[in-house]
Structures are given as C-alpha cells and as structure tokens.
C-alpha cells in the first residue's frame, strides 16, 4: 500500500499517543499506588471516591493499556509506516479502544465529579483520545477499501 502523507500523519500521531499513554500505564501497573501515578496518571483523588473502586478502575485500564492496546497500536502504525496492510489492519482494531474507552472514562468522570470539569479538560486533553480514534479507524478502513 502506499504510504501517503495522511499515513505518516496518522501512524506518528498514532505512536506519539499511545508511546505516551503506554508509558504511563506501565507506570501505574509497576507502582499503582504511588502518590505521581495517582497525579499524573489517575488524575483525581481516591478519598474523593471508593479508593477501591478507584484503583480498581485505573489499574484496570493500566494493565489493558499498558499489555493490549499500546503495542497493538505501535505495531499497527509501525506496519503503517511500511505500507504493509497488516499495519493498516492493526490500526483500524485499535482505534476502537480511543473512542471505546472513552464512553465508561466520561461517565465516570461526570458521575463522581472526578476529574476537573473544564474545557480544556473535556475538549484537549480527553477529547483528543476519540477524536483521533474515530478519524484513524475511518482513515484506515477506506484505505482498506480502496
């Protein structure tokens, strides 16, 4: 397949996100209770919330990040980069979990008034994650298509 640059842009805003998110998620899945994991990762406060509940959810999230979506997404955009179809394939699967992941992440966000309710908040930095999920997975399905 050829490697366009729409692929290049997609595939590197690929790796960028989910080098990003990966990192942190093996972060929070080696020192899950750390005081930075719980700022710089979670966000929020447990006390804020069920402390249960809260670890639960985010270490949840961590293992499935950090074990299934990173490297199934950084092989899909490295594939992509290659003009392989298999990287175009892998990268459509994991565009699902951007905007999947993000339905369960709002409602908790909204419902226990856990993360700042901000616009910067709602539209950088959590509105980026479906966004780029929907516009990869439509980007690499028509290029499947074609």
Do not use: H
Not at 36 to 50: A, H, M, Q, R
Not at 91 to 96: E, G, K, M, R, T
Not at 116 to 130: A, F, S
Request: charged share 10%; aromatic share 16%; glycine share 10%.
């Amino acid at each position: 397949m050829d490697v366009t640059a729409a692929t290049v842009i997609v595939a590197l805003v690929g790796l960028a996100l989910m080098l990003l998110l990966g990192g942190l998620q093996l972060v929070a899945v080696l020192r899950p209770k750390d005081p930075w994991t719980i700022k710089n990762v979670y966000g929020g406060d447990p006390d804020s919330t069920d402390p249960k509940a809260y670890f639960a959810f985010n270490q949840g999230y961590a293992w499935a990040d950090a074990v299934f979506w990173a490297p199934l997404q950084i092989a899909g955009s490295i594939g992509m980069l290659m003009g392989e179809r298999w990287g175009f394939v892998l990268a459509l699967v994991a565009s699902v979990p951007f905007w999947y992941t993000s339905i369960p992440i709002f409602v908790w966000d909204r419902d226990m008034g856990f993360r700042q309710n901000t616009l910067t908040y709602w539209l950088v930095i959590w509105g980026m994650w479906p966004t780029y999920g929907v516009i990869a997975g439509v980007y690499c399905a028509l290029r499947l298509l074609a």
